[in-house]
């Protein structure tokens, strides 16, 4: 595996395997991996000749107040962490390879971004958008691949790949949880073992409201009210969102049905952490639970 650090190290890697008629898969990451970004490699792996993984702690996606200075980094970890799911090539560049002057150009998606995480994060998706479409005319995959557990950014960045017709084919792979239900996160780390067993909430909270639609329950109010009690109930927990949303425009459901994504967001003592499940409302069964 090779560890490279700049824009024309990784056009040089990619346009050889092209040239040879390999299948470029890719992977963007912040790092700090963990079993979930491992998943996404290997799918990687099994659906490509060459992978690439990137490492690059986005500034333009973090808010003033936000976590960007702490947000956890291990980058001789990572390294070893990728080559072990697969990786072929790991592109971690500095910020001044990314961004070496002041960005005048951004990318925007409407209306995908507004709702849940970016009414929380204003600019937040405006950043992971301007990001992705920088590695992907860095990159040029053919495939790239995003997690479950970060719905509402898949879907942006889906659109944002239809709307600008850019020539990659986006995978959405399953959201990977600790056996306890705990969906994994760098984020995890800051947790200590009160706040690690108060996080439970989230996941538990998104059982329940499935158990509830298991049960009947449309209405998305009386599921939103029985998981936000939930999250009350738990003294070291602080909610910031619950949105039950039709999973594929992200427009908030009075009634539910068809393919609902239920997501939310909760403090922790300072820590953020968001989590969510797409249930097939009528008709199909439900999916993966947490
Ligand atoms: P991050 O490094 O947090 O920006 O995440 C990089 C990619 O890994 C994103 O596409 C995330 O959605 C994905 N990811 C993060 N956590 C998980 C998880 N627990 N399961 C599956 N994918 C994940």
């Known amino acids: 595996m090779k560890v490279v650090g700049t824009i024309a190290e990784v056009r040089e890697y990619v346009g050889a395997a092209k040239r040879r008629g390999e299948s470029v898969g890719f992977v963007p990451t912040m790092g700090y991996l963990h079993d979930g970004h491992l998943a996404l490699i290997r799918r990687a792996r099994a659906e490509n000749d060459v992978v690439v993984v990137s490492i690059f702690v986005n500034p333009l996606q973090f ?13 001789e970890r990572d390294i070893a962490l990728a ?3 697969g990786a072929d090539l790991v ?11 002041p960005m005048l150009t951004y990318v925007n998606v409407e209306k995908l971004s507004e709702g849940m995480c970016g009414a929380s994060r204003p600019g937040h998706f405006r950043g ?8 992907f005319n860095i990159v040029t995959p053919d495939r790239a691949y995003f997690g479950q557990k970060d719905a509402q950014q898949a879907a942006v960045i889906k659109r944002m790949v239809g709307d600008l017709n850019i020539n990659v084919q986006t995978v959405t ?9 705990l969906a994994m996160s760098s984020r995890n780390v800051y947790l200590d073992a009160g706040q690690r067993s108060a996080a439970l909430v989230l996941s538990k909270s998104l059982s329940l409201a499935r158990r509830m639609i298991e049960a009947g329950e449309r209405d998305a109010g009386k599921v939103r009210d029985a998981m936000t009690r939930m999250i009350q109930s738990e003294p070291l927990a602080r909610l910031d969102y619950i949105a039950l949303v039709d999973a594929e425009d992200l427009v908030p459901l009075d009634r539910l049905s068809g393919p609902v994504l239920i997501a939310l967001a909760v403090f922790i003592g300072n820590t953020r952490l968001i989590d969510n499940i797409l249930v097939e409302v009528g008709g199909c069964p439900p999916t993966a639970s947490p």
């Open 128 to 135: 992971v958008a301007t990001v992705v479409c920088k590695l």
């Open 91 to 101: 592109f971690a560049p500095s910020v001044s390879e990314m961004y070496p002057r």
């Open 173 to 181: 792979v399953g959201t990977v949880r600790e056996p306890d239900g």
């Open 83 to 85: 080559e072990t799911g």
């Open 63 to 75: 808010g003033p107040n936000e976590d960007y200075e702490r947000y956890p980094r291990d980058l």
